[in-house]
């Protein structure tokens, strides 16, 4: 097992109103597993990939990364549990604004230092989804499909035996939504490597072993 959720609960607190997102949640996600999670806007995905890759706390329940429990870990600790182990995708990419689409790619390897070994990766990894000739261009000059893309061979670049994605084919037309899903394959095979995805798109939510509906603050198996 590469991460696991136990009792989960999560509320937020707003003057009067106590909404509770996340109510005794549990996840577990395996090795080479593809798991995809659905669920209304405003229903907690991107809460719940936040808990699940240590960037946000949940109020109960545990966090378990390789069998170890991260919830109460200092966060030093973690930030580097999440370079080696965890890839992310966000909802708003969040990338390095002042560096290139190829320097961000490269970032989490520059950051635990084997950047030289993944170089020609890189260029390899920016072929497969067509944006060889975007390299060297800033996120400020790339489109907003273009740059979910770049946020997505970032996540995968340092091989972490997780990637958790939110809504990654979000703003992107139906041949590089089917590009990235066959991006996603790829890694999942190749790489072994698991991926949870939120979603809001059939065909994304189809590609998953198991598949999950987000309701209630629960997640419900589907079929
Ligand atoms: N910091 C916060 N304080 C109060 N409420 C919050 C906070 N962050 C999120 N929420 C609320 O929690 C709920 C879950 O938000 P979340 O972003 O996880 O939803 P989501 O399923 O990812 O939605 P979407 O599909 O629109 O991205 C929403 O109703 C949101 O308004
Ligand atoms: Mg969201």
Do not use: W
């Amino acid at each position: 097992m590469i991460l696991e959720a136990k009792n989960i609960n999560k509320t937020y607190e707003n003057g009067e109103n106590t909404l509770c997102v996340l109510d005794e949640l549990n996840l577990t996600v395996d090795k080479s597993e593809i798991i995809t999670i659905m669920g209304e806007s405003g229903s907690g995905k991107s809460t719940l990939l936040n808990i699940l890759g240590t960037l946000d706390h949940p109020d109960k329940g545990e966090v378990y990364i390789q069998g170890k429990n991260v919830t109460t870990l200092p966060e030093i600790e973690l930030a580097e549990l999440r370079n080696c182990h965890i890839g992310f995708v966000f909802q708003f990419h969040h990338l390095l604004p002042e560096f290139t689409a190829y320097e961000n790619i490269l970032m989490p390897a520059m950051i635990s230092g084997n950047e030289a070994e993944k170089r020609k990766e890189v260029d390899d990894l920016l072929a497969f989804v067509d944006l060889g000739n975007r390299k060297n261009h800033l996120p400020s000059e790339l489109s907003g499909g273009e740059r979910l893309r770049i946020a997505v061979l970032r996540s995968m670049i340092n091989r972490p035996e997780v990637i958790l994605a939110d809504e990654p084919t979000g703003n992107l037309d139906a041949k590089n939504a089917k590009k990235m899903i066959d991006l996603f394959h790829k890694i999942n095979q190749e790489y072994e490597q698991s991926i949870v995805i939120t979603t809001h798109s059939q065909e994304v939510g189809a590609i998953g072993h198991r598949q999950f509906d987000l309701m209630n603050g629960k997640l419900q198996g589907k079929g």
